[in-house]
């Protein structure tokens, strides 16, 4: 076990999936028992973007807590805690905001791009033009919030003193999110640099989860936006029959014809989950196994690990309480352990002596 401090935190978007789980939610689990780690769902993040439709947030928030519990985030192994229940978040937010070149936030890595990124994601379905269509002309007209706001510009400043003022030592995030991390070492030095100190904050580096590439149903990137997902806990049957219409190879047209792996959903699933994918990669290129037989090894070896996730999610839907009071303890730990670095940093710019 590790002294070193580990923060990071995830949008509320509900209902987890697989995506998620092998991407981020696993390795949160696999950290909590070797740092001292602080999970947070980020729900004033999720603010900067959806503003207006606030009505399903709350609802959100719980149920990713809900899968965060069920994928095995123990609270008594780390802090878990909702972003907005920590006033000393954005009173630091408040702070750093006034020493944030406005060019760091415009340029980050381009706030335009990542404006018309978000819109696509967002209105995935709906994109004019094709893939040869610039993003900005094929999201023209989609939104029906304008995120040219104040608070998203100020994402990263946010983001910053999410990780800064638990003086977290490693931010694991995909590679996605390296020029936030960046801005957060950027705004550490310049702090110390006008303030003359080098003790309140820490710069944070990014930890880059081994990527585990999850395909959705359809071969695209597993995304709710695209529906293509299975969800952490989706029920058995369901998760069954997405299975069956998972991608394959398009040429294997009966059972006993050879065929390529590559590209196959239901392979990239033996990836993660049969340890004895080389062997079945070769079955398959030899024509040795029906793509429905395959499909159907595939719930087998998913389905103990599924199961869990469900009959976990069960108990803690029906235990309100329970949530309460995980959230209330991690509330308080990570208001104690913000505390102490707002005043540090309060001190050091002289509001308070
Ligand atoms: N920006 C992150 C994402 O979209 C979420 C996030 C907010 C975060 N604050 C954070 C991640 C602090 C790590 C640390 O995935």
């Known amino acids: 076990m590790s002294n070193e401090i580990i923060v990071s935190g995830m949008r509320p978007t509900g209902k987890l999936h697989l995506g998620n789980y092998h991407g981020a939610l696993k390795n949160f689990v696999a950290l909590q028992d070797k740092y001292k780690c602080f999970f947070f769902v980020a729900d004033l993040h999720a603010l900067t973007t959806s503003y207006k439709h606030t009505e399903n947030l709350a609802a959100n928030s719980e149920q990713m ?3 965060w519990l069920s994928a095995g985030l123990d609270p008594e192994k780390c802090t878990i805690f909702l972003q907005s229940d920590v006033p000393e978040v954005s009173e630091l937010n ?45 999201v023209k007209g989609l939104a029906d919030e304008d ?101 394959t190879d398009p040429n294997k047209k009966k059972a006993n014809d050879p065929a390529d792996p590559e590209g196959c959903v239901v392979y990239a699933f ?10 079945r990669c070769a079955e398959c290129k030899a024509g040795a196994l029906g793509c429905v037989a395959c499909k159907k090894q595939l719930f087998e070896l998913m389905e103990p690990e599924l199961k869990g996730f469900l009959d976990r999610r069960k108990i803690f839907e029906s235990d309100k309480a329970q949530l309460r009071a995980i959230l209330h303890k991690g509330k308080e730990a990570a208001r104690a352990s913000a505390a102490v670095t707002l005043e540090q940093a309060k001190r050091a710019m002289k509001l308070i002596a």
Do not use: C
Not at 164 to 169: E, G, P, R, T, V
């Open 147 to 247: 995120i040219s706001v104040y608070g998203f510009l100020g994402y990263p400043v946010l983001m910053a003193v999410d990780i800064l003022i638990h003086k977290a030592a490693f931010v694991p995030v995909g590679e996605d999110q390296t020029a936030h991390v960046e801005i957060a070492r950027d705004l550490v030095r310049r702090f110390n640099e006008i303030y003359g100190v080098d003790n309140v904050f820490v710069e944070p580096k990014p930890l880059y989860t081994k990527e585990t590439k999850v395909p959705g149903l359809d071969g695209h990137k597993m995304s709710k936006s695209y529906h293509n997902t299975i969800d952490l806990g989706e029920d058995l049957d369901s998760v069954r029959k997405k299975i069956m219409t998972m991608y």
């Open 65 to 67: 807590l809900i899968d």
């Open 94 to 138: 408040t702070l750093l905001g006034m020493i944030t070149p406005l060019g760091w936030l415009l340029r980050n890595p381009t706030y335009k791009d990542q404006v018309n990124e978000l819109l696509a994601r967002k209105y995935a379905g709906q994109l004019k033009g094709d893939e040869n269509t610039p993003l900005a002309e094929r």
């Open 270 to 279: 033996h990836k993660i989950y049969n340890p004895d994918a080389a062997k």
